[in-house]
């Protein structure tokens, strides 16, 4: 069984970061993020607290949770916001459209946190390098910051991006779970309730390592079955599932920034192959045709050049979207270095609904039996195990030649 490669992406102190976006997007020149600010209910009806707190109003010992009434005790200048769902939905639906680039395996854990199961996307990369670049271009192009925590499982995932904040990336495999993990008080760990906190003093566990070497048996003896999941948390053991819902895309593209600015259509050439394989590969994981192709070059001026073309005919080959591709890229490269390459493909439609062309020919049909084989062996051996003659880890494309 292949090694899970799991990703938690959480926004930081979301309520008032995506508040703070929108109003400066609607003219104001205070960023509410840079002073003593939370989000909160209705002041007047006495029934306010604090859902979301800036980090100056968290250094004057604001929580979240409090009334608004504790805050103001704590800090007399604290500026108070109210809540407002309508915005919140849009910034979480714009985080998840960005990460869909990355997998289709999506598990919205709440409207600031998301779930990724990176297994099969990696495509030569590291779960750690695409958690940097989400953490990059989140903040980039969105607006707002976030940790993202890296991880074999979804509870290590969660612990770690519950580390040091804010826009932090942290691991937590399964070596660093006495470093990093066991020192913590036992209210740290993951889904632990506060009624048991006080239960598990009482017995002399205080923190997660004290948990995770307690016996087994005395707990599930006292807290029944919920007993034997505290203990297995507390060693990292989680075998749940990212649980998604298959979403058939509108589009489906991908995009990668790169650890170091490259130059060359040569070196250009073979990314862009690269991210078409991963898009095609999708593609035809939905059973789905593109009409259109689009290719995104950004300079390391952070100029952004794109340009998109429709295609003769639908299709998800990767030789024949690759082409495409390579034929915009040399058309609008102008000789700069590059630090960001994407490849996209639009106006998609069912396979089973199109009509074959009167012009498809043998070519075409034993392009497509490679692309299956392909498919099905990625599928068997895993995505970066199998991939064509001129595809490279995208980090050894770019990675500088050591001098002799």
Known sequence: MRERQILHVDVNNAFLSWTAIERLKEGETLDIREIPAVIGGNEEMRSGIVLAKSMKAKSCGVVTGETLYQARKKCNNLQVYPSNYKIYKKYSNDLYNLLLEYTDKIERFSIDECFLDMTEYLAGSTLLYKAKEINKRVEKELGFTVNVGVAHNKLLAKMASDFEKPNKVHTLYENEIPQKMWNLPISELF?????????????????????AKFDEKILIKKFGKHGKLMWEYANGIDNSEVQYEPEEPKSIGNSITLPTDIFGLDKIDEIVLALTEQVTYRLRKYDLLANVVSVQLRTKDFKDYSHQRKLISPTSSTREIYDVAREITHEMYKGDFIRLIGVRTDDLCDKNQIQLSLFDNSNSKKQERIDKSIDFLKEKYGYSKITRGTVMNVENIVKPKRKE
């Open 191 to 211: 889904m632990l309730g506060r009624k048991t906190v006080p239960k598990l003093y009482n017995i002399g566990i205080k923190s997660i390592g004290d948990l």
